[in-house]
């Protein structure tokens, strides 16, 4: 059967396919259109702490994509959850823009999770949606672009006021979801 999924502020329902007990597929929608699926769609539901679910009897006729027994993955997806909550303290808020400050400086021979982050990154501004369209775990997309803003290969950009809210012509180095972000991790 099938497990559908419905959190606030998602795009439309998410879903885990099951077959004799195992899970063997996971799908979540974007609000492109486009979905991610397998296991970083399993592991990105694991990070969802809010919504309702349904089960839907009945053997669907997709290939699996999860392979791995459940019990497997399902300690792997709250490891990938726990590292993440860790990974974001150390990164801007995920609507931040990056943009390419240094492409020519890449070796010649580069890791494929790096360079499909650094297309994702010039195809995508964001940093949510560089996650979003790299094929590999969410948790590895957010390292590898914690190591190149390191490496000042991709360079957070600066907020315009009127995507903070700020007055005219008033140039911020911290949205207002970056000061709230700041001032929650000094309260704690």
Same mark, same amino acid.
Request: aromatic content about 4%.
């Given at each position: ?24 597929? $996971? ?37 699996? *994509? +999860? ?38 400086? $890449? ?5 494929? !999770?790096? *360079? ?12 949510? $949606? ?8 969410? !948790?590895?997309? !957010? ?5 190149? +803003? ?5 360079? +957070? ?23 709230? *972000? ?5 309260? !704690?």
């Amino acid at each position: 059967g099938s497990l559908r999924l419905i959190a606030p502020g998602n795009a439309g329902s998410a879903a885990i396919a099951l077959r004799a007990g195992q899970v063997v597929d $996971a799908v979540v929608p974007l609000a492109d259109g486009t979905t991610v699926g397998g296991e970083k769609a399993l592991y990105r539901l694991l990070r969802w702490s809010d919504g309702r679910f349904e089960f839907v009897p009945g053997v669907g006729a997709e290939p699996p *994509r +999860i392979a791995k027994p459940t019990r497997v993955v399902l300690l792997e997806g709250m490891r990938h959850k726990d590292e993440w909550d860790r990974a974001l303290t150390g990164l801007p808020p995920l609507d931040s823009r990056l943009r390419v400050v240094r492409p020519a400086d $890449a070796p010649a021979e580069i890791h494929p !999770l790096t *360079r499909e982050v650094l297309e994702a990154a010039a195809a995508y501004p964001r940093i949510d $949606a560089i996650v979003d369209h790299c094929s590999a775990p969410d !948790l590895q997309v !957010l390292h590898c672009l914690a190591d190149l +803003i390191a490496r000042r290969v991709l360079q +957070i950009e600066t907020t315009r006021a009127d995507d903070t809210g700020g007055g005219p012509g008033e140039s911020l180095v911290y949205s207002r979801s970056e000061v709230r *972000r700041l001032r929650e991790w000094i309260a !704690l």
